[in-house]
């Protein structure tokens, strides 16, 4: 089947909750995403296969030129098959498209080779601080 990739697609928080649970390996939450998105997002990319949401990818931004990358998460069944590397790829061309200079992305140090070799992000000094 065909995956297509959507910015700011329409889903329904239960597909979303689904899919964040399948793919992050925790029960089902009852996060109202549509909210949560809208409030605090530049926008999102959803992608599809069969009518069916098998992956997501938040860009939040700091309303000027920093985008930031969160929750992307790709179905068990469907990884492997880059659909991660194009929601990216997406999630970059859409914050370049309305004048985002950066893009960010902090993760596991098991994502390191997604994150640096296949989607193109360069190393950086960062910090954190556990709230």
């Given at each position: 089947?065909?995956?297509t990739?959507?910015?700011?697609?329409?889903?329904?928080?239960?597909?979303?909750?689904?899919?964040?649970?399948?793919?992050?390996?925790?029960?089902?939450?009852?996060?109202?995403?549509?909210?949560?998105?809208?409030?605090?997002?530049?926008?999102?990319?959803?992608?599809?296969e069969?009518?069916?949401?098998?992956?997501?990818?938040?860009?939040?931004?700091?309303?000027?030129?920093?985008?930031?990358?969160?929750?992307?998460?790709?179905?068990?069944?469907?990884?492997?098959?880059?659909?991660g590397?194009?929601?990216?790829?997406?999630?970059?061309?859409?914050?370049?498209?309305?004048?985002?200079?950066?893009?960010?992305?902090?993760?596991?140090?098991?994502?390191?080779?997604?994150?640096?070799?296949?989607?193109?992000?360069?190393?950086?000094?960062?910090?954190?601080?556990?709230?």
């Amino acid at each position: 089947m065909t995956i297509t990739y959507e910015w700011r697609g329409d889903f329904d928080n239960a597909s979303l909750n689904a899919l964040h649970a399948d793919g992050f390996g925790h029960p089902v939450a009852q996060t109202d995403w549509r909210t949560r998105l809208e409030r605090h997002s530049l926008g999102w990319v959803c992608a599809w296969e069969g009518g069916s949401l098998i992956g997501f990818v938040n860009v939040v931004w700091d309303g000027g030129t920093h985008a930031f990358v969160l929750d992307t998460v790709v179905a068990p069944h469907c990884r492997a098959r880059r659909v991660g590397t194009a929601l990216i790829a997406t999630a970059a061309e859409e914050a370049r498209a309305a004048t985002c200079e950066w893009l960010h992305v902090d993760f596991e140090e098991h994502l390191r080779s997604f994150y640096f070799d296949a989607c193109g992000f360069e190393k950086t000094t960062a910090g954190l601080i556990a709230l």
